[in-house]
């Protein structure tokens, strides 16, 4: 077996930020990434919107918070130096209607105290200057947002990753963890590695790698699936960045907004629609085994019991245009479904402890010779590489 001093599981942008931070703090450390996909960033990285999220969202002083402020920064000049392109473009978040009034000035204080600048409550007149089609009584101008593809991103990773001597093994799927006495065995469907150190960034499968190492682990991978429309391309004058609404505080997404990509198209979405295949990216995908596993998590039962509403206003929205134009009028009232062209989809690994707590914080799981990360939603792909720098910390101060 040849030996490793830390093994990566998941190449997509977190696992490969991880081993760029811990390349960059001790180049001498001999490093493999495992993937057991034919790509790197399959999954959540390469079917996310594209944005580079400011920060404005987070409660101030979480791993979110704390993590995006920083990645951003991290990201913007890794772009600069590897000629990654980027557009930070700014954002609108729009209230529709009186009742949302609240939550927007909630928004703009933790803005404020998440460190962004330049942010600007907005009249009514003054959003229509910025986006003359949007609808609202009031908004929030935010500067910092961007646009940008994650998935060249991480492929530029990759790229340093492997100029500098890191291993990438693609097509190669972890079967187990075994913690022994100085090291760890990590064994696939090709082989059996000798490490130091493990890291897993596991995305859709974090729990149930995780658990391989942690069987007591107390929360579950619920998956939702995403899906997009696309403007046409001569209805993309209708939006001329990115329009989002005001999040409800109690659903653990952002509901349908319009984004303007890095390649000049302009998505409109997504809903967030219960997914019964973890890796599943159409209507009809489906696994008997992430179904039921889902089904009978107890924390799953609560969740459904306090948004069977919203879950079920989801799956229509999911299989009737109309109700997704509907929902999409509410921000562009022009829009209709003459407009809209199929987009893509992804989905969104949403952990849930025993308790129907959907989690909206990063969250790792870590033990002497093994650091899983078990939760790593939006912002995680802005926050990569500080979410990466943590975990190489972490790491090296074992080492030294």
């Known amino acids: ?173 972890l079967l187990d963890i075994k913690v022994k006495v100085g090291g760890c065995e990590v064994i696939t469907n090709k082989s059996t590695h000798s490490t130091d150190y493990v890291v897993t960034c596991a995305g859709l499968q974090s729990d149930r790698v995780a658990k391989l190492t942690h069987p007591d682990l107390p929360l579950r991978i619920i998956p939702f699936r995403g899906e997009y429309y696309k403007l046409k391309k001569e209805k993309r004058s209708l939006v001329n960045n990115l329009i989002y609404p005001v999040p409800d505080p109690a659903f653990p997404f952002l509901g349908v907004h319009f984004t303007r990509m890095i390649d000049g198209e302009v998505e409109a979405g997504p809903n967030a629609v219960l997914s019964f295949k973890r890796e599943g990216y159409t209507k009809t995908s489906f696994s008997a085994k992430d179904t039921f596993e889902t089904f009978t998590w107890p924390g799953f039962i609560r969740i459904a019991g306090k948004f069977m509403k919203t879950g079920l206003g989801e799956f229509y929205r999911s299989y009737s245009k109309a109700a997704f134009v509907r929902a999409l009028q509410k921000l562009i009232p022009e829009i209709t479904a003459d407009d809209l062209v199929p987009g893509g989809a992804g989905v969104r690994a949403q952990a849930c402890d025993k308790n129907g707590g959907l989690l909206d914080d990063f969250y790792f799981a870590e033990s002497e010779r093994v650091f899983h990360v078990c939760n790593a939603p939006s912002p995680a792909a802005t926050s990569s590489l500080s979410i990466g720098e943590h975990i190489a910390e972490k790491l090296l101060k074992r080492f030294s």
């Open 1 to 173: 077996m040849n030996h490793h001093n830390i093994t990566i599981i998941g190449a997509g942008i977190v696992g490969l930020a991880t081993g760029l931070k811990i390349l960059e703090k001790n180049p001498d450390l001999k490093i493999l990434i495992i993937e057991k996909e034919d790509k790197v960033a399959k999954h959540q990285t390469g079917n996310n919107s594209g944005v580079i999220h400011s920060g404005i969202y987070y409660k101030p002083g979480s791993l979110k918070a704390v993590n995006c402020r920083k990645g951003y920064d991290m990201l913007l000049q890794f772009c600069d130096e590897h000629d990654v392109q980027y557009d930070i473009c700014g954002k609108v978040i729009t209230a529709t209607s009186e009742d949302q009034l609240p939550y927007l000035d909630n928004l703009f204080e933790r803005g404020i105290a998440n460190g962004l600048t330049g942010l600007k409550k907005l009249t009514e007149a003054e959003l229509k200057e910025i986006e003359p089609h949007v609808k609202g009584i009031a908004g929030i101008q935010v500067h910092q947002t961007g646009i940008i593809d994650f998935l060249e991103v991480s492929k530029k990773y990759a790229e340093v990753l492997q100029s500098k001597g890191v291993e990438i093994r693609l097509n190669e799927t």
